[in-house]
């Protein structure tokens, strides 16, 4: 399965996970029927294999705790100290998820913040070194760009001191392009806690996370009362073991206050906690720390859609950290760990987790190969192995099996291994050809189609219909007329087989696009069979929903035969069409660059406001996660200048920018493969792109000189296009990187006057222009998305 169906089975599952955990849970399951003596082996064996002195590990499942055992000891050195199960550990960075995150969710509860408002809205010194357009939601999923640590060296001590050197810290990757897990996202977040709370992260965590909840051996800084009770760790630069003091260097220098590490905590406390999120941030005391829905925001994937890492809101769901996940834990499962041993999943789907509490840098750091990173997913396959095995029939009703992919970046290592599907497609066409065309017998039937109306074999439309009897008396051709072979207005003709009229439905003007009244005056029946390319503003889709105008205003029934979404009909991205911008080259008022439709449910979307008889024959045999040379069936250039697949996927983002005065190949070779202009410098441009690290294209320098269109004649410099992975590519946000580009490089040159109707308002050219960063461009229309997704909902066809 590619890439980008995981990405979308994760969500889905995620959000399903949740409505199962918090609406209908399964039947309680007793504890006594269990048998988790494997798990007493596993711990045992690591802590044989010196991976660590010794553990506390807490299961909870259905809002009880099934297993809470300590194992080993508590401390080696100077002397030996058996583990209790009140032991208190250096939580590390559990610290990120068990402090900042629900504090940070408390604040954006509260209005505060928005998630996609750039950090120096609030901190306005984080600014520096570019980092101005860095969003709070960044930080929070570890795609701010920030490198791992601040440095120590040379040494430094305080916490205003760590604030400012996280500050001053510069980006190591264009922000949201690249997944780096960093200490100093959450050093900011905790500054960011103080600065809209007036509380500093120990005391707003203490006071509105861990004491509402019960959590009374959980906090920052712990008093010497507890140090008995603590857990050690490694020895500090005076060769004394640190115990009740924090291990993390920069938590350390801070004082140990910060967001990155600091806090301490007992198993038992780390189990209110999970149960609190399992019960959508209820405690079993009663104390709600956060809504169910912040709960389910923070827990489900907010990181880029098209990348392999996959995070929520400070936790981990899919990524290189997610080891204590195990084999078996579904997706929509979540957590954290902590570099002193200590790790967290929580999965709503079963209402059950896992707690894993050890110092294993205790008395020293262990060497790679004698890690803890096995035992955390053993034990997690275990658990869940337990469960299922011992109550197959129980979760029957949560999951179909749990012994499954448990996540997309598994997928992503393995890309080398991964399957296309091999589908075996019958369009509308087929489907009714295959009926004998039994709804248009007896009918004078009036065909819009072009060159792509052709069966799986190759036939025409056209010349299957009359074969089969059907009495086809006139022919409308959209944009590039009926052979698909000019790019400019076509006048009315003869199909040179057939012999029947052609009326061109495309001119210069909105009357002379319509569907000509000589035409419609020689039917009784419209059917509609063209290729689409599944981008707004091809024109095909506004010649779809003139047919069915013309049809209501005519009272002639329409037959729209389906054909796929060439490039594939799951993803819906890129920007809006605003309302004053609607057109020819942008009919529905809403809609993204990407639909994420084939032309059957564009008809049925489109159907709702115009009211025509309507009939879709739908195909077969196709998924929504398609592409086009998956489905069997064969490639016809819907239009001169798409010739291949590779064109297609790139069309969204190059052909947002074909209005501005740069060349977009055509009149070459491989139009939307290239893009230029005589005034730009292709080795700075192709830099320029490659640096934003784009993910699924690069960028390689190139000159060309177009025969035709734009700059015919004329030598061009600008770049090729290289699609490395179709799946991850996201075409509309190219489109707005490369005119980001274009504005950055060459203000004065590039003229962006005209490309308000192919990106879909006045607003987004406005945005780039100003120097806005693309990818918080394309973040601001994630919500617009969301609604359309929606509001498509009742037009699709297949899954």
């Known amino acids: 399965m590619p890439f980008r169906r995981f990405a979308l089975l994760t969500l889905l599952l995620g959000i399903s996970a949740w409505a199962i955990a918090l609406k209908t ?76 995150t629900p504090s940070i969710m408390q604040l954006l509860e509260q209005g505060r913040f928005r998630l996609n408002d750039p950090v120096a809205k609030y901190l306005p010194e984080f600014a520096r070194n570019g980092k101005d357009q860095v969003t709070i939601r960044e930080l929070l999923t570890h795609y701010s760009g920030l490198p791992p640590d601040i440095p120590q060296r040379p040494s430094w001590f305080g916490y205003d001191t760590g604030v400012e050197k996280a500050y001053a810290t510069a980006l190591a990757y264009p922000a949201g392009s690249h997944f780096e897990y960093s200490d100093i996202n959450f050093v900011v977040l905790a500054e960011l806690v103080r600065k809209l ?36 760790t490694e020895k500090d630069d005076r060769g004394h073991f640190e115990r009740g003091v924090v291990n993390d260097p920069t938590a350390e220098s801070m004082g140990g206050v910060t967001g990155d590490a600091g806090a301490f905590s007992t198993a038992d406390d780390l189990a209110k906690y999970a149960q609190a999120l399992l019960n959508g941030g209820k405690g079993d005391n009663g104390a709600r720390i956060l809504t169910g829905l912040s709960v389910a925001k923070m827990s489900t994937p907010q990181s880029p859609y098209n990348v392999p890492e996959v ?30 041993g200590t790790s967290m999943w929580i999965d709503p789907a079963s209402a059950t987790y896992v707690i894993i509490m050890s110092n294993a840098i205790h008395p020293m750091q262990k060497p790679p190969l004698h890690s803890i990173l096995a035992l955390r997913s053993g034990i997690a396959t275990a658990v869940s192995a337990i469960l299922s095995l011992n109550n197959a029939n129980e979760w029957a009703q949560v999951e179909t099996g749990l012994e499954r992919i448990t996540g997309y970046a598994d997928a992503s290592a393995g890309a080398h291994r991964t399957m296309y599907r091999n589908g075996e497609v019958a369009t509308g066409l087929d489907v009714l050809a295959g009926r004998h065309f039994d709804v248009l017998q007896g009918k004078r039937v009036g065909l819009i189609t072009n060159q792509t109306g052709i069966d799986r074999e190759g036939n025409r439309n056209i010349d299957d219909m009359i074969a089969q009897g059907v009495h086809v008396t006139a022919g409308f051709s959209p944009e590039h007329g009926w052979l698909g072979t000019v790019d400019s207005a076509t006048g009315n003709a003869r199909d040179a087989k057939t012999g029947v009229p052609i009326f061109s439905a495309y001119g210069g003007s909105t009357a002379s696009n319509a569907l000509p009244a000589a035409g419609l ?39 729209v035969l389906d054909r796929p979404d060439p490039i594939d009909g799951i993803n819906v991205s890129g920007p809006p069409l605003a309302a004053e911008e609607k057109s020819f080259v942008g009919y529905f008022p809403g809609m993204p660059v990407r639909n994420g439709m084939t032309v059957g ?53 190059v052909g947002m920018i074909e209005y501005t005065n740069v060349s977009v190949g055509r009149g070459t070779d491989t139009p939307f493969e290239v893009m230029g202009a005589p005034w730009v410098n292709a080795t700075q441009l192709a830099a320029y792109l490659n640096a934003r690290r784009l993910p699924g294209v ?45 504005a950055a490089l060459y203000p004065q040159a590039w003229d962006s006057s005209d490309m308000h109707p192919l990106g879909g308002s006045r607003a987004l050219v406005e945005e780039i222009r100003s120097g806005e960063d693309p990818r918080r ?13 929606t509001l498509r909902q009742a037009a699709l066809l297949y899954h």
């Open 521 to 559: 005056d020689l039917v009784d029946t419209l059917v509609y069979d063209i290729q689409d390319a599944g981008v707004r503003f091809y024109t095909y889709e506004t010649t779809l929903a003139y047919t069915l105008q013309a049809a209501a205003a005519h009272h002639l029934p329409v037959i």
């Open 698 to 742: 690069r960028f390689l320098p190139i000159r060309f000189t177009p025969s035709a269109d734009r700059y015919h004649g004329q030598l061009c410099q600008g770049v090729n296009l290289i699609v490395v992975n179709r799946d991850q590519l996201d075409s509309p946000e190219l489109g707005v990187e490369l005119a980001s580009a274009l």
């Open 197 to 232: 709370s007036g509380e500093r992260i120990d005391q707003y965590a203490l006071t509105h996370v861990w004491q509402p909840l019960g959590m009374t051996h959980t906090r920052y800084l712990p008093p010497a009362s507890w140090r008995a009770k603590t857990a050690p």
């Open 601 to 653: 449910e564009l008809a049925r979307l489109f159907n709702q406001s115009i009211g025509a008889d309507l009939m879709v024959i739908p195909m077969s045999g196709w998924s929504r996660g398609d592409y086009f040379d998956e489905t069997g069936l064969p490639w016809v250039a819907p239009s001169p200048n798409l010739r291949s697949l590779e064109e297609a996927v790139l069309y969204p983002g």
């Open 777 to 789: 461009i394309a973040r601001d229309w994630q919500e617009a998305n969301v609604g359309f997704e």
């Open 311 to 340: 995070r929520g809101l400070g936790w981990d769901i899919d990524s290189p950290f997610s080891s204590n996940r195990g084999d078996y834990l579904p997706l929509g499962s979540f957590g954290h760990t902590g570099f002193t």
């Open 25 to 100: 849970p399964p039947a309680k399951i007793a504890a006594p029927t269990l048998n988790w003596s494997r798990l007493d082996t596993l711990v045992l064996h690591s802590i044989d294999l010196g991976e660590m002195p010794g553990a506390v590990v807490v299961v909870g499942h259905e809002d009880k705790i099934v297993y809470r055992k300590a194992f080993g000891d508590r401390a080696l050195l100077p002397h030996p100290e058996k583990m209790t199960l009140d032991t208190i550990f250096d939580c590390a960075s559990l610290t990120k998820v068990v402090a900042v």
